[in-house]
Structures are given as structure tokens and as C-alpha cells.
């Protein structure tokens, strides 16, 4: 006689995974941190101290909804993807207003010099939400137009809780309209330092992939050569940088005149070049090696070209290989980047080792969240374009 084995409890692990990482850690992390000035370490403010009543319900039913969808009872499986998906949307709204409310009743009785800035489980709680939402995403499989619309929402959310006064008296947000001009120019400087390595890293990197995909004996030095810039570390590139450069300034002042030196953009944007050639070169190797060779040989016997079996056949074949190169490169220099703010370069770097050097946690920030912000922007509009890229029938 077949055993019997007991009715499933848990539905989601992953979601309940993550709610009781969050449980725990609004135990155990203050939500805030209430501060007499910008250089003095806070006193926290856990989320029972910082919420009313009935802010806390409403974070109570979020939580007893997300446990729904984590059991396999009595939901269907998709309706509870559907209800945790649903419910990251109010957790993020609420974590928000939350924060900026208790920062507007609390320095409404404190020092002009005071401040409020955001606690650990104000972050575990946006995480969760966040990867509460990736994983309902996976598991609904939905399509690029209803991921689209969801990530809209939710930056619509964010959008509206910043543009309103809601926030301003956090101490982030003082740090931000205390370097409002300054941030709008190191952000543009920190997208010219990326895209001014994308350009040259795609301009080199798809002719070296062409030429790897066709010589072997090509194919095993270059990667060997690539593989080295990869394990240099990015400050000793940028110290390297530092000496060759500044010897050709002088030796070719026109060269100074455009900005070539041993410090600032030009080594800058040099480094995140050599960091940018190896994953371009080996996806646009993978991307034409897997196009099948049946398919070649159909082209062959059509009587295409060479060149136009390269255009036609290959590259749309293996783009969706290639995009996925450029979305890791394009994430990795938006994090590099902020390396080169050491040597001059600028960018949000430079927010993050001016708050270092001050001991100014909330400086720090205003130049960390826009880098994050920046990375999963781009590597979430890069995924909607790899996917949009397949072939019709493939995933």
C-alpha cells in the first residue's frame, strides 16, 4: 500500500523566507535614528516607537496577506503570486509614508540642527518588498508589457512620495537640496563616464568577438589578454593610468588641451574601457558560435554571401546573447564609476568618499541609493530589450 505523505503547508518558501527575514529583523533593527546634527551618531527609534496605531494595523494586515501567500492553503497557487505581488505595492507606500511622517512629528520638537535619518528595517523592509516582487514576477511569468507597467507603478510611487514634502525633513533629503546642483552635475557626469565606455567597449569588443568566433588561434590569446584586465583591481588600473598619461599630456599638448591627463575622465574612462572588453567580446563569441550550424548551411544553399549570412543570419540569431553582454557591462561600469570619483573623475563617487571623509552617513547614501537605483534601472530596461530580441516561440 502507497504511504501517504502529509498535505503541503508552505506554498512559497522564498516568500516566507523573506518574511521572516523581515520579521526579524523589525525585532531586532531600529526604523529610524533621530540625530541632534548631520555628524552625531543617532538614537534609534524602533518601528512600535515610530509608527501610531494605525499605521502598525496596516502594516499588520500587509504581513498576515504576504503569510496568506506564502501557504499553499487555501489559495491557488497563482492567486497567491498574484496577492504577494499585489501587496509589495502597499508595503513600499507604507514604509515610506511612514518614515517621512515620524521624521515631521519628531523634528517638530527638536533643534533647527536636528535629524532624522532612515534605520535598518526601513531598508530590510524595502528589500523584502522588492524581492518579494522579483519573485512574484519569475513565478507569474508575465509578459514585458505587465512588467513594464508594474515597475512603472512603483517608481510612480517612489516619484510621488519624493516630489512631495512628505520626505523633506529626512536628513537625506537635506543632504540633497543642500547639493542640488552639484548632484544634477556629477549624475550627468557619472552617465557621460558610462556611456563614454560603452561606445568605445562596443566598437571594439563586436569586431574582436567577429574575429574570435572566427580564428582559433586568435580566439585563445585574446581571451587570455582580456582575462588579465579582469583581474587587475580598478585602483590599481587607475594608479597605473595615472603616470603613462600625464607623460603624454606633456609630450602632445593638444592632447592636454582635450582633457587628456593623468588624472580625471580620460584614465577614467580608459579603465572602464579594458573592464568593458572582456564580456562583450565573450558574448558576442557565444552569441555567433550558437547559431546552429543547420541553419548556416540553409543560408549557404539559399545563396547568401558571407556578409549577408553575417546580417541576416548570425548577428539576429546571437543578439540576445550580445545584449545580455552589454547589460552586465553596462551594470558593472555604472558601479565602477563611482571608483574613478578617487582619481578626479567625478560622478556619485564623489558624494561617496566626500560623506566618508566627513563621517556623514547620509552623504554617503545620496551618492550610493542614485549608483543602485542607476544599476537595477539599466539592467531591468536591458532585460526587457534581451528579452524583446528572442525569436517569436522562445523564452
Same mark, same amino acid.
Given at each position: 500500500m502507497p504511504r501517504e505523505h502529509p498535505p503541503r503547508v508552505i506554498g512559497n518558501r522564498v516568500l516566507l523566507t523573506l518574511w521572516l527575514a523581515a520579521a526579524i529583523g523589525v525585532a531586532l533593527l531600529p526604523f529610524a535614528t533621530l540625530s541632534p546634527n548631520r555628524l552625531v551618531s543617532g538614537q534609534p527609534v524602533m518601528l512600535w516607537q515610530a509608527l501610531p496605531g494605525w499605521q502598525l494595523g496596516g !502594516?499588520?494586515?500587509? $504581513? $498576515?496577506?504576504?503569510? !496568506? =501567500? %506564502?501557504?499553499a492553503r487555501p489559495l491557488p497557487p497563482r492567486a497567491a503570486d498574484w496577492l504577494g505581488l499585489v501587496l509589495t505595492l502597499p508595503l513600499l507606500g507604507l514604509a515610506l509614508f511612514a518614515l517621512g511622517d515620524y521624521a515631521q512629528r519628531a523634528l517638530a520638537e527638536a533643534s533647527p540642527a536636528a535629524r532624522v535619518s532612515q534605520g535598518g528595517a526601513f531598508w530590510l523592509l524595502l528589500l523584502a518588498a522588492a524581492l518579494i516582487a522579483v &519573485? %512574484?514576477? #519569475? +513565478?507569474? +511569468?508575465l509578459g514585458l508589457l505587465s512588467r513594464a507597467l508594474? %515597475?512603472?507603478? $512603483?517608481?510612480?510611487?517612489?516619484? $510621488?512620495?519624493? =516630489?512631495?514634502?512628505l520626505l523633506a525633513p529626512l536628513s537625506l533629503m537635506r543632504e540633497f537640496?543642500? #547639493? +542640488? &546642483?552639484?548632484?544634477?552635475a556629477q549624475g550627468l557626469r557619472h552617465l557621460a563616464l558610462v556611456g563614454g565606455a560603452l561606445l568605445p567597449a562596443l566598437a571594439l569588443g563586436l569586431p574582436l568577438g567577429l574575429v574570435a568566433t572566427r580564428s582559433r588561434r586568435w580566439r585563445d590569446g585574446l581571451f587570455s589578454v582580456l582575462n588579465v584586465f579582469q583581474t587587475l583591481p580598478s585602483i590599481a588600473v587607475f594608479g597605473l593610468l595615472i603616470a603613462p598619461l600625464a607623460a603624454l599630456a606633456h609630450?602632445?599638448?593638444?592632447?592636454?588641451?582635450?582633457g587628456v591627463s593623468g588624472i580625471g575622465v580620460a584614465p577614467a574612462i580608459i579603465a572602464l574601457v579594458l573592464y568593458s572588453l572582456l564580456p562583450v567580446v565573450r558574448n558576442t563569441y557565444a552569441g555567433l558560435a550558437g547559431v546552429p550550424a543547420t541553419t548556416l548551411e540553409a543560408a549557404r544553399g539559399m545563396g547568401m554571401t558571407s556578409r549577408q549570412i553575417l546580417w541576416r543570419v548570425e548577428l539576429p540569431l546571437a543578439?540576445?546573447?550580445?545584449?545580455?553582454?552589454? +547589460?552586465?557591462?553596462?551594470? #558593472?561600469?555604472i558601479g565602477l564609476a563611482v571608483v574613478a570619483a578617487l582619481i578626479g573623475a567625478g560622478g556619485f563617487g564623489a558624494f561617496i568618499f566626500q560623506g566618508l571623509g566627513q563621517y556623514a552617513i547620509d552623504l554617503v547614501l545620496l551618492g550610493a541609493i542614485p549608483t543602485i537605483v542607476l544599476a537595477v534601472i539599466a539592467d531591468f530596461l536591458l532585460q526587457l530589450l534581451v528579452a524583446a530580441s528572442r525569436p517569436p516561440g522562445t523564452r
Open positions: !502594516l499588520g494586515l500587509i $504581513a $498576515a496577506g504576504l503569510l !496568506l =501567500a %506564502a501557504l &519573485d %512574484a514576477l #519569475q +513565478r507569474l +511569468r508594474f %515597475a512603472l507603478l $512603483a517608481l510612480g510611487l517612489i516619484g $510621488a512620495c519624493l =516630489a512631495s514634502d537640496a543642500n #547639493q +542640488r &546642483d552639484i548632484f544634477v609630450a602632445v599638448p593638444w592632447l592636454g588641451e582635450l543578439l540576445p546573447v550580445i545584449l545580455s553582454g552589454l +547589460r552586465i557591462v553596462t551594470v #558593472q561600469a
